[in-house]
């Protein structure tokens, strides 16, 4: 699978949107963008992914440049409880195996 | 939906003992299932891939018959750390799809090892 890049960490105040960066420049064209966000001592969970469209649903938006090589991941409002761990990974959907590869990832606080 | 729960959510054990987590898929049917392990300040680790009713497919570097992997039906899978001792003590966290669709993930397995 791609590596992705994204930064250690990322500071946001309460009620703005945060705005996650994720480099996958070697994206090949049948992998997909994910995002899971880990709150500390918890499983993982899904956020929302995408192909090449930009995606949105009640959680976040995902603006994923023409190119392919880099994506957004948007929380339009950020809340105290949107302090997490965010994940970018890249996968193939409908290969022989769909497991995940996490890398660091980024942390987000989410300042009052 | 796509609720996936894991039992317990803690365990202390004593060293040499063996230790089972349980995860199960509550509102759908999976017919793939991984674990993840997880040390304090890092990223989760992929441990293992288990399918319904096949063996299940480790990772290099995971002992297979110290981490025993069951996948017995379409709900449940189970891990069992097999004589545990305290650099086992980690997070382990359970995934569960259905098909090559998105991974749901438990909400983890605290395990401390004495």
């Known amino acids: 699978d791609a590596k992705t890049t994204q930064p250690p960490s990322m500071d946001c105040a309460e009620g703005r949107a945060a705005n996650l960066p994720c480099n996958h420049s070697?994206?090949?064209?049948?992998?997909?963008v994910y995002w899971y966000r880990q709150i500390h001592s918890q499983g993982p969970q899904y956020i929302i992914h995408g192909l090449k469209n930009n995606e949105t649903n009640e959680m976040a938006s995902l603006i994923i440049t023409e190119d392919r090589k880099s994506s957004t991941l948007i929380l339009p409002h950020a809340t105290l409880r949107d302090t997490a761990v965010y994940y970018c990974i890249v996968r193939v959907f409908g290969g022989a195996t769909n497991k995940l590869i996490f890398g660091t990832g980024t942390l987000l606080a989410v300042q009052p | 939906g796509a609720v996936v729960s894991q039992h317990p959510s803690w365990v202390i054990c004593k060293s040499g003992t063996s230790v089972k987590i349980e995860c199960r898929s509550l509102?759908?049917?999976?017919?793939?299932m991984f674990w993840y392990r997880q040390f304090p300040k890092q990223s989760l680790m992929l441990m293992a891939t288990s399918n319904e009713g096949s063996k299940a497919t480790y990772e290099q570097g995971v002992e297979k018959d110290k981490f025993l992997i069951n996948h017995a039906s379409l709900t449940l899978s189970t891990l069992t750390v097999t004589s545990a001792h305290p650099e086992d003590s980690s997070f382990y966290i359970c995934s569960a799809t259905r098909g090559l669709e998105t991974q749901y993930f438990g909400p983890g397995t605290r395990l401390l090892v004495l």
């Open positions: 070697t994206i090949s064209g049948n992998e997909y």
């Open positions: 509102d759908f049917q999976a017919t793939t």
